[in-house]
């Protein structure tokens, strides 16, 4: 990577152009859950936020709070977003300045100016070697916003995350180049603590965090690598 990380002045914060509570008028057939969800949905000031931005979730703010604290996005840096869709790490990582944005995911995305799209599974070898192709290079940050249909069931929902994040963590060993970056959701639980000790093996340092854009209820976290050591 030609250019070091540098800091950028910080973001407008969404929670200071928080507005009255909107009240749904009429149920409209709607369950009781869903009328519960629709309602966080329109009292979200991170979905308002990004819906004024043109951002594709508000799930891009997890991001831009992550690189604000541990300054994870460089100028010109080669970078790949696993499970992408719908795109917001992607915008987030090309508008701070990405040189490359190569986005994988099995569902179809969108197409988002300057950023490569390969729809296909990250585990396969074949779509390995098509990241490579299009990165030009080893990958700088290797990114994961993964996470599977919850079941409902803690434990059975954690499992899934963290072997979603463990198949992350062996993408990005293939592809990082040394000194590279991973960024990983995880979920609170207690399996989590064997893969922070697997990162501590391949990166300098390892930390975790909850961004506040995470729901305050949300037991997710994210686990920040740096520094890789192949």
């Not at 997890?62 to 100028?75: V, W």
């Not at 207690?190 to 305050?216: N, T």
């Amino acid at each position: 990577m030609a250019n070091p990380p540098r800091r950028r002045p910080a973001r407008d914060n969404p929670l200071s152009a928080r507005s009255e509570e909107v009240r749904l008028t009429t149920a409209n057939g709607r369950s009781p859950s869903s009328q519960r969800w629709l309602a966080r949905q329109l009292n979200d000031p991170y979905v308002v936020a990004a819906q004024a931005r043109g951002m594709r979730s508000r799930a891009a703010f997890k991001l831009t709070e992550l690189d604000e604290r541990f300054h994870l996005l460089a100028t010109g840096a080669r970078v790949v977003d696993l499970g992408a869709a719908p795109g917001g790490w992607s915008q987030v990582a090309r508008a701070a300045g990405a040189g490359t944005v190569v986005a994988v995911d099995l569902l179809a995305m969108p197409p988002i100016e300057g950023v490569s799209f390969i729809q296909g599974d990250f585990a396969e070898p074949a779509t390995v070697a098509r990241v490579l192709t299009r990165l030009g290079g080893a990958a700088d940050l290797v990114l994961s916003d993964m996470a599977p249909n919850t079941t409902g069931h803690a434990a059975t929902d954690h499992m899934r995350i963290m072997a979603l994040a463990e198949a992350a963590l062996d993408f990005a060993v293939s592809v990082l180049a040394p000194g590279g970056g991973f960024v990983a959701k995880l979920l609170q639980g207690g399996s989590e603590r064997e893969m922070l000790r697997r990162l501590q093996r391949h990166f300098a340092s390892v930390r975790h965090a909850k961004p506040p854009a995470s729901r305050k209820e949300s037991r997710e976290l994210y686990v920040v690598a740096k520094g890789f050591r192949p």
